[in-house]
């Protein structure tokens, strides 16, 4: 059964930084590319950054580049996000998700999401 599980959300000041992980199981982890997704309540969940199957290549909404690198080893079946200069927009719960297809901003091409880790930014 395939198993997203994110971890490494926490509260953080503004300018601070974190590292979220998407940690896999259950599935052939190298068949898939990985996207973060965010969400805070009353909003639609918002795409956030992809990576390849590979990690080749790499994605980014224009709200968080330069400032998030998404990354992935597929020998450990690990994502990571690295988020720099937080701000408060930045406060959302974070998802990981698995697609088949290539990387795209499209939620409904994601058919496995895992439970979220909570990212709040703030003084």
């Known amino acids: 059964q395939l198993q997203l599980v994110e971890s490494g959300g926490g509260l953080v000041q503004p300018g601070g930084s974190l590292r979220l992980s998407c940690a896999a199981s259950?599935?052939?982890?190298?068949?898939?590319?990985i996207a973060w997704f965010r969400q805070t309540p009353g909003k639609e969940r918002e795409w956030v950054s992809c990576v390849d199957r590979n990690g080749h290549m790499t994605f980014y909404a224009t709200s968080v580049r330069s400032r998030f690198t998404i990354s992935r080893d597929n020998a450990k079946k690990l994502v990571y996000l690295h988020m720099n200069s937080l701000n408060p927009d930045d406060t959302a719960v974070y998802y990981c998700?698995?697609?088949?297809?290539?990387?795209?901003?499209?939620?409904?091409?994601?058919?496995?999401w895992g439970q979220g880790t909570q990212v709040t930014v703030s003084s």
């Open positions: 259950g599935f052939t982890f190298d068949y898939y590319a």
């Open positions: 998700a698995a697609s088949t297809r290539q990387c795209t901003s499209y939620r409904d091409y994601y058919a496995d």
